[in-house]
């Protein structure tokens, strides 16, 4: 815990290095002291067909799922670090979105290594 899921339009990846774009908002992540380097999972889907506005644009999304207990202003630090991060890559991009979102540890499952 805890997963940082980004999406965004396939067609970026003509323009876009996605490894680096995950690796560069997984470090983000772990620049934010929120949590140990080891527990954060980063991924990155691609999707094909999607409306993104009136004339279809493009778009970075990024949602940040994390266990409840932190600090407001540690949130709004989290979405502004990983939102400034995406910016880095998304020159031309119209919409670039965080989301850091809390997640119930009672409605989460987790198999672990045996």
């Known amino acids: 815990m805890p997963h940082l899921v980004i999406e965004y339009a396939e ?14 908002a997984q ?3 772990n620049r934010s002291g929120l949590f140990a380097p080891h527990t954060i999972k980063t991924r990155a889907i691609p999707f094909r067909h999607f409306i993104a506005g009136e004339k279809g644009g493009s ?15 540690d949130r709004e630090s989290l979405s502004s670090t990983v939102f400034n991060t995406l910016c880095q890559f998304a020159d031309g991009v119209p919409a670039v979105t965080v989301e ?15």
């Open 100 to 114: 850091v979102r809390e997640m119930d540890p009672s409605c989460y499952s987790k198999r672990l290594p045996f």
């Open 27 to 29: 470090e983000a992540m």
């Open 59 to 73: 778009f970075i999304h990024a949602e940040v799922r994390l266990f409840e207990g932190r600090s407001e202003r």
């Open 11 to 24: 067609k970026l990846e003509e323009s876009i290095s996605i490894p680096a774009l995950v690796s560069s």
